[in-house]
């Protein structure tokens, strides 16, 4: 496809339970981010990968908190034992890694995490 | 603790009207970033700034970057209804990478016709 893609779009999951999220990023982007996006705190950093190394892990918020990244393409973001603080749309983005400082990021459009 | 601090956080216009949303931080940032954000979907760059004090305009879009690098502003003439949207601003401080963005508070703007 053209842009980033998430999935699922939404996620309902009720609380204890892990949960799995998915981003492909665009086709060539070397550079694959990721973001959570909730009502109470805005947009934050979650962790950077450059190919499939992760030089940036310090937004992850607990150790509940995993992402890998294989073949330099997709990435999963893992959430072991969901907690209600966990709901939130998590975002995916990519560029294409040149490091510039105007290499823009394209965004995906979320998936929304909601934990009962 | 938020690094980015935007105001207003809502604003509701009618069609022709001018808005300035402002973008304030205490740290000094590499670059600044404006994004636009509508229901569903993720935020799409409109402007990156990268030189204190350098204006950069869009069609009806007008951005400023501090000479300080602290803050950043932007202006839009004539609002449209489909300026409608989540408004963020986004930088990368100096001692965090570029990679690392900070993402402001968010101004939610209604246009009506």
């Known amino acids: 496809g053209a842009g980033v893609s998430q999935s699922p779009s939404n996620k309902v999951t009720e609380k204890g339970k892990d949960v799995e999220l998915r981003c492909d990023p665009i086709s060539g982007h070397t550079a694959l981010y990721w973001y959570r996006q909730s009502l109470g705190q805005g947009l934050e950093f979650l962790i950077y990968f450059q190919g499939n190394s992760a030089p940036d892990k310090s937004g992850l918020p607990s150790d509940r908190f995993s992402a890998e990244r294989t073949g330099g393409s997709v990435s999963t973001l893992t959430i072991q034992r969901t907690q209600q603080e966990d709901s939130a749309v998590y975002l995916c983005a990519s560029s294409l890694g040149v490091g510039l400082r105007t290499d823009t990021q394209y965004f995906g459009p979320g998936t929304r995490l909601t934990v009962l | 603790t938020q690094l980015l601090e935007q105001s207003p956080q809502f604003l509701s216009i009618q069609e022709g009207e001018n808005l300035t949303v402002y973008c304030n931080s205490s740290?000094?940032?590499?670059?600044l970033q404006w994004y636009r954000q509508e229901p569903g979907e993720g935020p799409v760059l409109l402007v990156t700034v990268v030189t204190g004090g350098e204006v950069k305009k869009l069609k009806r879009l007008t951005f400023q970057f501090g000479d300080a690098r602290k803050d950043s502003s932007l202006h839009i003439t004539a609002a449209q209804p489909g300026d409608t949207g989540l408004y963020l601003c986004a930088g990368d401080r100096l001692d965090t990478g570029f990679q690392k963005l900070v993402f402001g508070t968010g101004t939610r703007l209604l246009v009506s016709p």
């Open positions: 740290s000094v940032f590499s670059s």
